[in-house]
């Protein structure tokens, strides 16, 4: 089954996923359909949030992606309904985002991550 997920400077050595935090926990979204995908990305850009693009890629690949770096993920399927506060974030992004200075931040609970390893598991997301 192929997901679409928001990626930024897709193609680059600088690509990364958009994702969302929650409760200390870093969601990767991915979406069922190409239009709510399309919608979340122009709901980021109000936000003045840098715009992401939308890649369809197979969901195996996202959950293995996720599964290494100790993310979750969630899949926001077509004509989602939100039940809670949560399930919200889901189909809109949160008020506040991290500013793009603070994405290189130690955000992994003082864990160190090496970066190749990450950068290797996005170019296999392509």
Request: a negative charge; glycine letters at 4%; charged letters at 35%.
């Amino acid at each position: 089954m192929n997901v679409f997920v928001l990626l930024y400077n897709s193609g680059t050595d600088k690509e990364g996923i958009h994702s969302i935090e929650l409760k200390g926990r870093t969601i990767v979204l991915m979406f069922e359909d190409k239009d709510d995908a399309t919608r979340y990305c122009g709901l980021l850009e109000a936000q003045d949030f840098p715009l992401p693009s939308v890649e369809i890629i197979n969901i195996e690949e996202i959950k293995d992606f996720c599964i290494k770096l100790d993310y979750e993920y969630k899949l926001v399927e077509k004509n989602f309904v939100p039940k809670t506060a949560e399930d919200r974030l889901l189909i809109s992004p949160p008020q506040k985002n991290l500013e793009v200075e603070d994405w290189g931040g130690d955000n992994n609970n003082n864990r160190d991550i090496d970066l190749n390893t990450i950068k290797e598991n996005l170019e296999k997301l392509l």
